[in-house]
């Protein structure tokens, strides 16, 4: 068992008979009364999000999750298939598992998917992708680097703002976790 000094963001735990990993949480320690810990918990099967408090230095019982990294395959319908790199095993995660990472979703990248009794609990794509511009309003002499920039958008289907400097064909470097354009890796052959 542990306590709640040990919670820590993507933590997976065990609470009121279910599975919850720790989507955020915050110590406080008010002026009058004892210090309690507010945390949000993403509920494993259903990803319905809860809130909940804990006194400070209560039990919680922490669920060993194992985490693979796995290259995806194809997708089918509402279905995402990745292959375990050691195993080569084929695992298919729900559209809804993925979520927002859906739009990443390039062949080849490897996320790291993490697995609770061979559940699938959740998906996380590389930090950092290059990704090629399918379309983007075409670059004009005399724009600069600095402005607001443009949209684009990537091979995924992502939509990212870019620099006027960037065109169709060019590859880039994009945050995942943010969205936010990075740097121009290669210029399209033009």
């Not at 320690?29 to 004892?34: A, R």
């Not at 969205?179 to 121009?184: G, K, T």
């Amino acid at each position: 068992m542990a306590t709640t000094a040990d919670i820590r963001k993507g933590l997976t735990i065990a609470m009121e008979g279910q599975i919850f990993q720790i989507a955020d949480f915050q110590h406080v320690k008010p002026g009058k009364g004892g210090a309690f810990v507010r945390i949000s918990l993403k509920n494993a099967k259903t990803g319905r999000v809860i809130d909940r408090t804990l006194n400070s230095g209560a039990s919680i019982e922490i669920v060993r999750v194992d985490t693979h990294d796995m290259q995806f395959l194809y997708q089918d319908g509402d279905s995402f298939h990745f292959m375990d790199q050691e195993s080569y095993e084929q695992v298919p995660l729900s559209k809804e598992l993925i979520g927002d990472n859906a739009k990443w979703m390039k062949d080849g990248i490897v996320c790291r998917i993490s697995l609770l009794d061979d559940q699938p609990l959740s998906m996380e794509v590389p930090n950092f992708l290059e990704l090629e511009v399918t379309q983007t309003s075409p670059g004009v002499k005399g724009d600069t680097v600095s402005g607001s920039g443009k949209p684009a958008t990537l091979e995924t289907g992502a939509v990212v703002q870019v620099p006027f400097f960037v065109d169709q064909g060019d590859v880039i470097r994009v945050d995942t976790r943010t969205s936010v354009y990075l740097d121009r890796i290669k210029r399209s052959a033009s």
